[in-house]
C-alpha cells in the first residue's frame, strides 16, 4: 500500500481561489443588487400610477366644487333679486297705503312701513354675507 502524498499548493493556486471566491462574492452581491433596484422600479411605477390616479380624482373633485360653487353663487344671485323685487314691491305698497291714509296716522305708517322695509332690507344683506 502506497501512500499519497501531499500535495503543496503553490501561491498561485492559493491566488486564483482567492479570485475565484471574490468574484463569486462581487456576482452574488451584483445579484442582490440587482434585485434591489428591480423591487424599486416596481415600487416606483405602482407609485407612479396611484399618484396619477389622485391627481385625476383631485382635478375631477376642483371641477365638482367649481361647478357647485358657480351654481351656489348664482342661487345667491337670485335669491337675492327675488328679495330686492319683494322688498321694492313692498316699499311702493306701504306707500300707496300711506296715500290713502290722511293727518298724521299717515307719517305714523309711513315711517313704520320704511321701518318695516328696511328691516326686511337689512335681513336680506345680512343673509347674503352669511352665505
Known sequence: MELEQPVEETPRDRFQYVVIVLSLLATILGTGVALLQRHASVNESRASRATVALAIQVMGELQRRGQQAAYDVGLTA??????????????????????????????????????????????????????
Do not use: E, K, P
Not at 102 to 120: D, E, I, K, P, Q
Open 78 to 131: 337670485d335669491y337675492a333679486a327675488i328679495s330686492m323685487d319683494a322688498i321694492a314691491l313692498q316699499g311702493t305698497a306701504l306707500y300707496s297705503l300711506s296715500l290713502i291714509i290722511r293727518n298724521r296716522l299717515r307719517y305714523l305708517f309711513a315711517l313704520v312701513g320704511s321701518g318695516v322695509v328696511g328691516l326686511a332690507l337689512l335681513w336680506v344683506l345680512w343673509t347674503l354675507v352669511m352665505v
